[in-house]
């Protein structure tokens, strides 16, 4: 009988060990290289990871990059140094929950705490009073919708905000299809969602991501462990079912938010990868220009998806320029 025991116990260990992800994934030398060159300041308690280069002399544009979900600032390292190479200051940011930042729990996630988070950061780094570039993907376009509209209205502490350039996100307030099914079942699970949180695993997610990648451009596994291990990292598979509840903040704050890109006068464009699954192409791009007419639009080439940063930085990188470069 003893010895049944035993043996149940001992095939109970690694089971646990599994649930609760002991021991944590290991970071690459590149995931690690780019924290150790990274900074952080603190936002109502919370640890906020950020980094930033200096590039061009004698230049006083200033660039905030803003991340998509679930991932992290990393999303931009394809682009890092040509824009670099273009801007005085390149600034990136893990939003609270994501990254290398804090992931409070219980927390509860918004959009408006992120763009809150943004403009503290531009306060610690001295850029309150200087115009600012804004280049966001995915969940950091509805960020940056948010930071426009606080700008459109002068809300106190707002930034500064010299154009604004959006990728692949939803902003027009409507969600044409699921994105990353296997983690978007977090979002309404209720009382499930702390077992399936812990349930989630790297085969699941690279899964995921795969979906939202073009056939021709699919992430590497090293690609994927580094999106996967930024994740995991601090148990931030376990704060994704709050920060999932961006999802229905975009529906509920759907006129503010589209209402800041229709009434701007500040200068708007949109890098669009038409393979999209998540905001399919013609669909959304036709009701973008729809709504928002004052917006130019760059549409790469047809194979490039949901991750344009990363499938196609070159075009990425010469679409944004192009535009910068416009007015």
């Not at 905030?64 to 999303?75: A, E, K, M, R």
């Not at 601090?234 to 999932?244: F, T």
Request: with cysteine; net charge neutral.
């Amino acid at each position: 009988m003893k010895e049944w025991w035993l043996q149940v116990g001992l095939l109970c260990v690694p089971l646990i060990a599994v649930y609760l992800h002991i021991p944590p994934p290991q970071l690459s030398p590149a995931l690690q290289g780019w924290r150790t060159t990274g900074a952080s300041f603190t936002f109502k308690g919370h640890s906020i990871f950020y980094r930033e280069s200096f590039g061009v002399l004698g230049s006083s544009d200033v660039v905030i990059l803003l991340h998509g979900f679930p991932t992290s600032s990393y999303d931009w390292h394809k682009i890092w140094d040509p824009l670099s190479q273009r801007f005085n200051r390149v600034i990136a940011l893990d939003f609270l929950g994501f990254g290398f930042s804090d992931k409070p729990r219980p927390h509860r996630y918004s959009i408006f705490e992120q763009a809150s988070v943004v403009e503290a950061l531009a306060s610690h780094l001295g850029l309150s009073n200087q115009r600012v570039n804004l280049l966001s993907h995915d969940y950091g376009d509805t960020v940056a919708l948010e930071l426009l509209y606080r700008s459109n209205h002068n809300k106190t502490g707002h930034l500064m905000i010299n154009s604004v350039c959006l990728s692949n996100g939803g902003t027009v307030g409507c969600r044409f299809a699921p994105s990353l099914p296997s983690l978007c079942l977090l979002k309404d699970s209720g009382f499930l969602s702390p077992v399936l949180t812990r349930l989630t695993n790297f085969l699941l997610f690279s899964r995921g991501m795969r979906e939202v990648f073009g056939p021709y451009t699919q992430p590497s596994e090293a690609e994927l462990w580094d999106m996967w291990t930024g994740l995991r990292f601090s148990d931030g598979n376990l704060v994704l079912d709050s920060i999932l509840q961006y999802i229905n903040q975009r529906l509920k704050h759907r006129e503010r938010w589209v209402g800041a890109l229709t009434s701007t006068l500040i200068p708007l464009h949109m890098i669009y990868g038409p393979l999209d699954p998540v905001n399919p192409h013609p669909q959304f791009i036709s009701l973008y220009r729809k709504l928002v007419q004052r917006s130019t639009v760059s549409i790469l080439d047809e194979h490039i998806s949901h991750y344009p940063q990363l499938e196609d930085p070159a075009g990425f990188v010469n679409a944004y320029l192009n535009f910068f470069n416009s007015f």
